[in-house]
Nanobody, 115 residues
Framework: QAQLVESGGGLVQPGGSLRLSCAAS????????MGWYRQAPGKQRDLVAT???????DYADSVKGRFTISRDDAKNTVYLQMNSLKPEDTAVYYCNANKWALTYWGQGTQVTVSS
């Protein structure tokens, strides 16, 4: 069955960087559109960034210029490089894979930006 496993979260100071990874299994990774979402306490889950199977990317306005999404189809992995982190980036970050009517979620990884 499909499985998405996120890693790379943690505690970082404002202005710092983190790199999230999401390893996929059980799906034909290279045909799936991949995305990162985040959910802060008491808030809805919001889109952070997406990367299509063909490689085109899209970002939430709040992270443009600071975050970069990429994928390695040979490794069945999608990444989120996060630079210049702010306290408001604190959230659980979730990986998503979708194609046609199919969608899968990872279990999430906590990112905390605090001094």
């Amino acid at each position: 069955q499909a499985q998405l496993v996120e890693s790379g979260g943690g505690l970082v100071q404002p202005g710092g960087s983190l790199r999230l990874s999401c390893a996929a299994s059980g799906i034909t990774f290279n045909i799936y559109n991949m995305g990162w979402y985040r959910q802060a306490p008491g808030k809805q889950r919001d889109l952070v960034a997406t990367i299509a199977s063909g490689g085109s990317t899209d970002y939430a306005d709040s992270v443009k210029g600071r975050f970069t999404i990429s994928r390695d189809d040979a490794k069945n992995t999608v990444y989120l490089q996060m630079n210049s982190l702010k306290p408001e980036d604190t959230a659980v970050y979730y990986c998503n894979a979708n194609k046609w009517a199919l969608t899968y979620w990872g279990q999430g990884t906590q990112v905390t930006v605090s001094s």
